[in-house]
């Protein structure tokens, strides 16, 4: 037997951490990873491994991940041809087309693309020949107010400033848990030991959150805010900033400042108070505290994108760095310098260019709010949705109001999904088209490096051979991009490998072949332990993508947004407000079919204040009917006093024992699905983006 050390980069979350793999080869040939640890040597994540990176190797041998296309016949699934899978996929979905204009086929792209850089670089081949209207993603169950807000105040929906973690004296978290998250629109493997470094130069970390998650608990100050609160808490501390005349000036130039003065004029810490739970005078002193600080950075995630002010939060978020003197500064927010620019090489993006058919939401960058995918197939009518194409994504699970999405998946005349499971949601499909494992690809991440906390870069060859008869990602899209050309006579542009596209965009990037670094693809594999390329630095007032060159504080469609947010009513007293957590062995809907993952304590339990369960009578450890407007499920609840009062906590992804799924493990774990409570009407109303946090909610005895 030989065994060989390999080096890449994990690619199951954001933090792209760096990994030691151990391969053995036996008498046969055969290839099998033998170890799995993290990499000493790696320039950004420094020997930082989480317990999902071990489960790489169970992905790769799970018994019931797909390894040739599969049709459904009836009830069964039967192995068909590559080519003869092509041609049905190009054949059903151009006559769908044909007979019901093109919007009739829609598309879902799941978490996971954003990952897979095969994906990234060659799922538009196809779908972008499909000329749908009726695109979707988890983007608008996630971070879409991250998005929408840079395209409105920097011209480019990528222009994310990112917490400069590293020099940072005081960093302000709001609805992020990176201690579960490992960073998220912040690539930051070890977080623990970065947040743990601000503390030890005399820094602070305060979190806001509506339950004293992993990272409040080691945290110097944890506020609970009533889920959906946190406009009304950020909208204090801004009001207070100009109040006590807290702000500094900024490098960059900036329209409408004076705007956003006056609008906010009448959003106190005492009228705000009400709103958020938060005391009005710690809504104050929070604003002195993070003005005092000689470098200070807000950040906002998931918890504050997914509820019904998610833009005005990200709006938020920005101007408090901004006003503070933070925006573009070591220590604050700031622009990552990638080596492949997704700025220099992509438009600024679009908004509202075009509505969802049925309930008018907004598209954004191409794409329609996910919220509306359901309706938009069980509406009848012109336009209405007949065919679908899943690529790497379990809406069933992982958006609102699955029961209803399980309806109209039920309903379409097909289907198709690029995914390696007969999962949740692709049951429903008629062909499944599953892709080479993460191990058998070269690697290279082109969208966290994007937000990483350093500037940093690696490219990595596969480790295992491709298997006979398996295709990768990309080329699965090249030969359905064929299929379907052919089938409709379209002209088809060439194509490249993505290796060869991403040594193009190394070339051409600002560390490429006009600079000293010289970058390319053949370079990187001198740096198997990635190739750092130095801490943040303030960039934004050159990549601003803006029609004046300046920061639009004041964007005409968030000010509007406003009379909306002043609009709402005040809390109701005695309901209870459901939100999300995360757990570090766990991302979204898809890890729960390995047995590393799942296995200790379990949590898919509902959190519930201890205060809660009494005036309900209920116990710690009892089964309960948890139910919303749109649906009811049954679970069990955990007193914690790490809930705010008025406050449940269910984990989403959960919920997997349906019938036709074939995940032998997660389908024998207990728990139920958060999005048979969610409710699809409930959105930032401004992005479309999903309001999964602050949805109201009854618990009783089951």
């Given at each position: 037997?030989?065994?060989?050390?390999?080096?890449?980069?994990?690619?199951?979350?954001?933090?792209?951490?760096?990994?030691?793999?151990?391969?053995?080869?036996?008498?046969?040939?055969?290839?099998?990873?033998?170890?799995?640890?993290?990499?000493?040597?790696?320039?950004?994540?420094?020997?930082?491994?989480?317990?999902?990176?071990?489960?790489?190797?169970?992905?790769?041998?799970?018994?019931?991940?797909?390894?040739?296309?599969?049709?459904?016949?009836?009830?069964?699934?039967?192995?068909i041809a590559w080519e003869d899978a092509f041609a049905l996929v190009a054949e059903r979905l151009s006559?769908?087309?044909?007979?019901?204009?093109?919007?009739?086929?829609?598309?879902?792209?799941?978490?996971?693309?954003?990952?897979?850089?095969?994906?990234?670089?060659?799922?538009?081949?196809?779908?972008?020949?499909?000329?749908?209207?009726?695109?979707?993603?988890?983007?608008?169950?996630?971070?879409?107010?991250?998005?929408?807000?840079?395209?409105?105040?920097?011209?480019?929906?990528?222009?994310?400033?990112?917490?400069?973690?590293?020099?940072?004296?005081?960093?302000?978290?709001?609805?992020?848990?990176?201690?579960?998250?490992?960073?998220?629109?912040?690539?930051?493997?070890?977080?623990?030991?970065?947040?743990?470094?601000?503390?030890?130069?005399?820094?602070?970390?305060?979190?806001?959150?509506?339950?004293?998650?992993?990272?409040?608990?080691?945290?110097?100050?944890?506020?609970?805010?009533?889920?959906?609160?946190?406009?009304?808490?950020?909208?204090?501390?801004?009001?207070?900033?100009?109040?006590?005349?807290?702000?500094?000036?900024?490098?960059?130039?900036?329209?409408?400042?004076?705007?956003?003065?006056?609008?906010?004029?009448?959003?106190?810490?005492?009228?705000?108070?009400?709103?958020?739970?938060?005391p009005a005078e710690q809504i104050r002193q929070l604003a002195r505290d993070f003005a005092a600080a000689?470098?200070?950075?807000?950040?906002?995630?998931?918890?504050?994108?997914?509820?019904?002010?998610?833009?005005?939060?990200?709006?938020?978020?920005?101007?408090?760095?901004?006003?503070?003197?933070?925006?573009?500064?070591?220590?604050?927010?700031?622009?990552?310098?990638?080596?492949?620019?997704?700025?220099?090489?992509?438009?600024?993006?679009?908004?509202?260019?075009?509505?969802?058919?049925?309930?008018?939401?907004?598209?954004?960058?191409?794409?329609?709010?996910?919220?509306?995918?359901?309706?938009?197939?069980?509406?009848?009518?012109?336009?209405?949705?007949?065919?679908?194409?899943?690529?790497?994504?379990?809406?069933?699970?992982?958006?609102?109001?699955?029961?209803?999405?399980?309806?109209?998946?039920?309903?379409?005349?097909?289907?198709?999904?690029?995914?390696?499971?007969?999962?949740?949601?692709?049951?429903?499909?008629?062909?499944?088209?599953?892709?080479?494992?993460?191990?058998?690809?070269?690697?290279?991440?082109?969208?966290f490096n994007m937000f990483a906390v350093r500037n940093v870069t690696r490219f990595n060859r596969a480790?295992?051979?491709?298997?006979?008869?398996?295709?990768?990602?990309?080329?699965?899209?090249?030969?359905?991009?064929?299929?379907?050309?052919?089938?409709?006579?379209?002209?088809?542009?060439?194509?490249?490998?993505?290796?060869?596209?991403?040594?193009?965009?190394?070339?051409?990037?600002?560390?490429?072949?006009?600079?000293?670094?010289?970058?390319?693809?053949?370079?990187?594999?001198?740096?198997?332990?990635?190739?750092?390329?130095?801490?943040?630095?303030?960039?934004?007032?050159?990549?601003?993508?803006?029609?004046?060159?300046?920061?639009?504080?004041?964007?005409?469609?968030?000010?509007?947004?406003?009379?909306?947010?002043?609009?709402?009513?005040?809390?109701?007293?005695?309901?209870?407000?459901?939100?999300?957590?995360?757990?570090?062995?766990?991302?979204?809907?898809?890890?729960?079919?390995?047995?590393?993952?799942?296995?200790?304590?379990?949590?898919?339990?509902?959190?519930?204040?201890?205060?809660?369960?009494?005036?309900?009578?209920?116990?710690?450890?009892?089964?309960?009917?948890?139910?919303?407007?749109?649906?009811?499920?049954?679970?069990?609840?955990?007193?914690?006093?790490?809930?705010?009062?008025?406050?449940?906590?269910?984990?989403?992804?959960?919920?997997?024992?349906?019938?036709?799924?074939?995940?032998?493990?997660?389908?024998?774990?207990?728990?139920?699905?958060?999005?048979?409570?969610?409710?699809?009407?409930?959105?930032?109303?401004?992005?479309?983006?999903?309001?999964?946090?602050?949805?109201?909610?009854?618990?009783?005895?089951?």
């Amino acid at each position: 037997m030989t065994k060989t050390l390999h080096h890449r980069a994990c690619h199951l979350c954001e933090a792209i951490c760096g990994l030691t793999l151990e391969t053995t080869q036996a008498d046969d040939g055969s290839l099998a990873i033998t170890s799995i640890k993290g990499d000493t040597l790696d320039t950004f994540s420094r020997g930082h491994i989480c317990p999902k990176a071990v489960a790489l190797q169970d992905i790769q041998n799970d018994p019931d991940r797909l390894h040739q296309p599969m049709l459904r016949v009836g009830s069964e699934w039967q192995p068909i041809a590559w080519e003869d899978a092509f041609a049905l996929v190009a054949e059903r979905l151009s006559g769908i087309q044909a007979r019901h204009g093109q919007n009739a086929v829609a598309v879902y792209q799941g978490n996971p693309s954003v990952h897979n850089y095969g994906l990234m670089t060659h799922s538009n081949y196809f779908l972008g020949q499909l000329k749908t209207r009726n695109r979707f993603s988890a983007t608008s169950v996630d971070q879409l107010p991250h998005h929408l807000t840079s395209h409105l105040m920097y011209g480019h929906g990528m222009l994310l400033p990112i917490p400069d973690i590293d020099h940072t004296d005081f960093m302000l978290i709001l609805g992020g848990n990176p201690l579960a998250s490992n960073g998220s629109i912040m690539t930051v493997p070890d977080v623990e030991k970065r947040l743990k470094a601000i503390q030890a130069r005399g820094g602070k970390v305060v979190v806001v959150d509506p339950r004293r998650s992993e990272t409040a608990a080691m945290a110097d100050q944890h506020l609970f805010v009533r889920p959906g609160g946190d406009a009304a808490l950020l909208f204090g501390v801004l009001n207070t900033l100009f109040a006590e005349h807290l702000t500094r000036d900024s490098h960059l130039p900036i329209e409408g400042l004076d705007d956003v003065r006056a609008a906010i004029a009448g959003f106190t810490a005492d009228a705000m108070s009400r709103q958020c739970a938060v005391p009005a005078e710690q809504i104050r002193q929070l604003a002195r505290d993070f003005a005092a600080a000689d470098k200070a950075v807000c950040y906002g995630r998931m918890g504050v994108s997914t509820q019904a002010f998610g833009t005005l939060c990200h709006w938020l978020v920005q101007l408090i760095n901004l006003v503070t003197g933070n925006l573009d500064r070591v220590g604050g927010a700031v622009c990552t310098t990638p080596a492949v620019d997704l700025v220099a090489s992509t438009g600024g993006g679009h908004f509202n260019r075009w509505q969802s058919r049925v309930s008018a939401r907004p598209e954004y960058g191409g794409e329609l709010p996910v919220s509306a995918l359901a309706e938009e197939m069980l509406t009848a009518g012109e336009g209405q949705i007949r065919a679908l194409v899943t690529v790497a994504g379990n809406p069933v699970l992982s958006t609102p109001n699955g029961r209803q999405l399980e309806q109209a998946l039920d309903g379409l005349e097909f289907m198709v999904s690029i995914d390696l499971y007969i999962n949740e949601t692709t049951r429903y499909a008629d062909l499944i088209l599953p892709s080479t494992s993460a191990l058998e690809n070269d690697h290279y991440d082109t969208t966290f490096n994007m937000f990483a906390v350093r500037n940093v870069t690696r490219f990595n060859r596969a480790i295992l051979p491709k298997p006979a008869g398996a295709l990768h990602d990309w080329e699965i899209f090249v030969g359905l991009a064929k299929a379907f050309a052919a089938q409709t006579g379209a002209a088809l542009k060439p194509t490249l490998p993505p290796a060869q596209m991403i040594d193009l965009g190394l070339r051409a990037g600002v560390y490429g072949d006009a600079s000293a670094h010289k970058l390319s693809v053949e370079r990187l594999a001198d740096h198997p332990h990635g190739k750092d390329l130095g801490p943040l630095r303030p960039n934004l007032a050159a990549r601003l993508k803006t029609a004046d060159g300046k920061v639009q504080a004041a964007p005409a469609v968030i000010l509007a947004d406003l009379a909306r947010f002043a609009a709402q009513p005040l809390p109701v007293a005695d309901e209870l407000l459901l939100i999300g957590r995360r757990h570090v062995r766990s991302n979204n809907s898809w890890m729960h079919n390995y047995h590393r993952l799942v296995k200790g304590k379990p949590r898919h339990q509902l959190l519930m204040h201890p205060d809660d369960l009494s005036h309900r009578q209920l116990s710690d450890g009892q089964r309960v009917r948890v139910s919303s407007r749109i649906g009811m499920i049954e679970v069990e609840v955990v007193a914690s006093l790490d809930m705010m009062p008025g406050v449940v906590s269910l984990p989403h992804g959960w919920g997997h024992g349906r019938p036709g799924v074939q995940m032998a493990i997660a389908s024998g774990q207990p728990g139920a699905s958060a999005n048979d409570l969610t409710d699809e009407r409930q959105l930032d109303e401004l992005s479309g983006n999903a309001a999964l946090n602050g949805v109201p909610v009854q618990v009783a005895a089951a």
